[in-house]
């Protein structure tokens, strides 16, 4: 999914979501890519793994995955092709690299992110995302599209507390540095790409700064 914001003497935005994981929205992004020629990307992930996923698009690495990373793909499985890292970053990754435009990731650092976790997410809270687990393991998901599957899943991993609290703080650090960047004015064709999740928020962020959504 896509939108382009617009507002009077401001960057353009072109809001790109995609389904983490997936090689087909991996494929769409490329095509935007070349559609708009962007002049910075933007990313729903934090400045470290910007620099790592551009530090394995140019030497590939075998990557480990958590449990929950690895339950999400086999179901994920059921929609499409499944690649890690998540396809629509390693494509902002590869356009950033050959084409020269800076890949600037927008969510926590890691050493904000590890600070506000030991704050918010509680010894309680770890048990139950331990037994969530094996749940999820054992679920069977029977959603139509790959939006609904992501959706539920988001849901159940995110019915715990601290770690619902933990998705507000990064949506709303992705809001402000991407604020920032615009105030800034150092680009005119901004790009962002984010995961499905985040999607709507962020469109509607910008809504609230002003910009207005331009029918392709």
Sequence with gaps: MRAVLVRDNSPGVTVFGGIKGLKRDGDRLEETFNEIQPDVILATISPEEAEGIVNFVKEPY??????YEMIYGVNL??????ETPAPIFTESARWSIHGG???IGLDMTEEKFSREYTQNVSTRDLLRHSVRKRGLFKAKFSESTAEE??????AMVNSIRGLRKMEELRIKEIESNLDLIISQGMY???LVVSEFEFYPRIVEFLKHLGYGEKSE
Excluded: C, Q
């Design 62 to 67: 075998a990557m480990t995955l958590s449990d």
């Design 149 to 154: 599957f992501v959706t539920k899943w988001d």
């Design 101 to 103: 435009v800076p890949l």
């Design 188 to 190: 005119h064709n901004i």
């Design 77 to 82: 499985r059921n929609y499409g092709e499944v």
